[in-house]
């Protein structure tokens, strides 16, 4: 399996690996389209990407249009910690897979996948 890692996330704070979005389409056009697992820092749109922080989504487009394109049989992320879970598009499964509640409280069991 091939298994490729992007930091790159939409602008959140003045954290590390920041972008905007015409920017993070660049990096996320990056990604081989033969990758089997993609492993990203922060969520696409609309999947574990609901935060305290903001009153919208904050997941990013252009991942969401990377993943589409590439079908990667997993997408893991984290970031936002209150987004915690799993879904499937495509035939792709999409997990948040953060270890931290909210308080960075270490609470969540590892999540395991079978491809």
Known sequence: MKIYGTPWQPRF???????????????????????DILVCHGPPLGYGDRSSHSNRPCGSPSLLAAIDRIKPRLCVFGHIHEGRGQWERNGTILANVTHVDRAYRPVYEAMVFDL
Do not use: G
């Open 13 to 35: 704070f003045d954290w590390a690996f920041n972008l905007d979005e015409p920017e993070l389409a660049l990096k996320f056009a990056e990604i081989p389209a033969d990758t």
